[in-house]
C-alpha cells in the first residue's frame, strides 16, 4: 500500500527543526514568513516577550497586489522593512516557517534587505 505524504505535518517538522535553532530577542527580533495559496504573511516577533512587533500581509491596505505571488512578496518585504525601520528595528533573523528558500520566501528576503534590513 502506498502511503500519502501529510505535507502539513511535513512542513511543521521542518517548522519546528527550524524553530529549535532561532529565536527572536528584543536586539534581534524574528522575521517570521508564513505563505497559503491566497496570502502572504510576514511579522516581526519578540519572542521573549511573545508579542508581534510588525505585522504585513497581503490583506494590508498598503499592498497593491492582492495575490500570493512573487510580485506581492516583494511589496510585503519591502513594507515589513519600512516598518521595522520606522520602529529602529535594524537587524532581524529569518524564519522561513518551514517552507522551502524559494520562490515567494525568497522574495520577502530579498526585498527586505534591499530595503534596509540586515539579516
Do not use: W
Not at 41 to 69: F, G, H, M, P, R
Amino acid at each position: 500500500m502506498i502511503n500519502k505524504v501529510d505535507r502539513k505535518a511535513e512542513r511543521a517538522r521542518r517548522h519546528a527543526r527550524v524553530r529549535s535553532k532561532i529565536s527572536g530577542t528584543a536586539e534581534c527580533p524574528r522575521l517570521a514568513v508564513t505563505k497559503s495559496n491566497k496570502n502572504i504573511i510576514a511579522q516581526i516577533i519578540d519572542d521573549d516577550k511573545a508579542e508581534t512587533l510588525v505585522y504585513v500581509s497581503t490583506l494590508d491596505k498598503e499592498i497593491k497586489t492582492k495575490a500570493a505571488n512573487i510580485a506581492a512578496a516583494k511589496e510585503v518585504g519591502a513594507l515589513v522593512a519600512k516598518k521595522a525601520l520606522d520602529k529602529k528595528i535594524k537587524t532581524v533573523v529569518f524564519d522561513r516557517g518551514g517552507f522551502i528558500y524559494h520562490g515567494v520566501v525568497k522574495a520577502i528576503a530579498e526585498a527586505a534587505r534591499e530595503a534596509g534590513l540586515d539579516f
